[in-house]
Structure formats: structure tokens, C-alpha cells
Antibody, heavy 119, light 112 residues
Framework: QLQLQESGPGLLRPSETLSLTCTVS??????????WGWIRQPPGKGLEWIGS???????NYSPSLKSRVTMSMDTSKNQLFLKVTSVTAADTAAYYC???????????WGKGTTVTVSS | QSALTQPASVSGSPGQSITIPCTGT?????????VSWYQQHPGKVPKLMIY???KRPSGVSNRFSGSKSGNTASLIISGLQAEDEADYYC????????????FGGGTKLTVL
């Protein structure tokens, strides 16, 4: 059974870099056409797509976040990584990783990890 | 990029049917058959309900269906039940020089 688990620091100060890890179990990230994505949700607000990555290294990012986001993965550890630079309070959100079967179809999600940006 | 447009709220009585529209552009909803819908109960993780416009994942009730006409996709829920009360988000593949994905702002469904 595929499971995803996000982890990372819960509190950051403005201008710092957010680094999150998503550990995948029950399936390999080297899996055909599957992409692996990150989605966030600010408190009380809607979902925002951050980006997705294929094990080949191909990445797609949200145009509005592209300048600050980097996604990568360690296939030997079955882990995905998300970095967001120069964070502000607007980056405060629950961050989810998910398997993307293509076209934005995220069928399996992690439980999410909350990140707060505050001085 | 702009978020897809959804009504902030819809409501219906048990047993009724409701439709949640999701309007985009020819660069997203209208241009590709990659529209998905997610259900999110308070404090819970979003759940995939519809993908590729009208396909249902295994385990999702057939009371949920999806359709698309032009730049507007729709989620239809028939035989409303109390447990359907949740937030619903549409999502679409988009291309505008680069590939990306865009969500709608979300619709709060209230079962009266």
C-alpha cells in the first residue's frame, strides 16, 4: 500500500529556506510515468499546486513559485525533496506531497506537514 | 497564472442533486481532458473523487460524476448525503509555454 510522509521544520523565519522531505513507502518513485508532486494549503484557504517531478529529472513548477522552488529526489532512499527560498509569511501553509498519475491527478497524498513562517 | 473559478458555496437537501462548476480557459480546462476533483473534509487530507474529467477512482461512490463543456467543467453529486458536506476543489492541467497544474478556489458544499 502506497504511503507518503512529509517531514521538515515546522517554524521558519522570514528570508530562510524551507526544506521538506517526502518519504515514499509501498512503491518505488522510479515508477513508469508517475510524477511526484507538492501541493500546499495556507490556513483557511484553498489548495495551491507547487510542482511535480519525474524520476528522470523532469520537473514542472508553478509559474508563480518557479523562481523560488526546487524539487529533487533520492531514488535510492525513495525520497522527494522540496526547497523554497526566501520564505515570507505567505508561505505559511500545510504542505502535502502526492503521487501525480499525470495531468494533475493526485491519487495518493501524504498527511501533510505544517510550516509556519514568523519572526 | 489564474486559479480556476468556482462558486464559494453551494447547498442542497439530502437526496437532491447539485452541480459545482469550474471555469477556466482554453489553456487549461478547455484545452485538455485532465480535469480532476478533490473532496476535503475539515482537517483532513484531500481525496481524489474524479479524474480525466469524468473517471471515478476505485472506491468512489457512483453518486459522483464529472463532465466538461468548453472551458467549464462540472462536478455533479446526486442523492446528496450528509457525509458529502465538505470543500470541493477542481484541478486542471495547463499549458502556457510551460506545463503546470492549476486548482480552483474551492467550493463549500452544505447539506441542509
Amino acid at each position: 500500500q502506497l504511503q507518503l510522509q512529509e517531514s521538515g521544520p515546522g517554524l521558519l523565519r522570514p528570508s530562510e529556506t524551507l526544506s521538506l522531505t517526502c518519504t515514499v513507502s509501498g512503491a518505488s518513485v522510479i515508477s513508469g510515468s508517475d510524477h511526484w508532486g507538492w501541493i500546499r494549503q495556507p490556513p483557511g484557504k484553498g489548495l495551491e499546486w507547487i510542482g511535480s517531478m519525474h524520476y528522470s529529472g523532469a520537473t514542472n513548477y508553478s509559474p508563480s513559485l518557479k523562481s523560488r522552488v526546487t524539487m529533487s529526489m533520492d531514488t535510492s532512499k525513495n525520497q522527494l525533496f522540496l526547497k523554497v527560498t526566501s520564505v515570507t509569511a505567505a508561505d505559511t501553509a500545510a504542505y502535502y506531497c502526492a503521487r501525480d498519475r499525470g495531468g494533475g491527478t493526485s491519487d495518493v497524498w501524504g498527511k501533510g506537514t505544517t510550516v509556519t513562517v514568523s519572526s | 497564472q489564474s486559479a480556476l473559478t468556482q462558486p464559494a458555496s453551494v447547498s442542497g437537501s439530502p437526496g437532491q442533486s447539485i452541480t459545482i462548476p469550474c471555469t477556466g480557459t482554453s489553456s487549461d480546462v478547455g484545452g485538455y481532458n485532465y480535469v480532476s476533483w478533490y473532496q476535503q473534509h475539515p482537517g483532513k487530507v484531500p481525496k481524489l473523487m474524479i479524474y480525466d474529467v469524468s473517471k471515478r477512482p476505485s472506491g468512489v461512490s457512483n453518486r459522483f460524476s464529472g463532465s466538461k463543456s468548453g472551458n467549464t467543467a462540472s462536478l455533479i453529486i446526486s442523492g446528496l448525503q450528509a457525509e458529502d458536506e465538505a470543500d470541493y476543489y477542481c484541478c486542471s492541467y495547463a499549458y502556457s509555454g510551460t506545463s503546470f497544474v492549476v486548482f480552483g478556489g474551492g467550493t463549500k458544499l452544505t447539506v441542509l
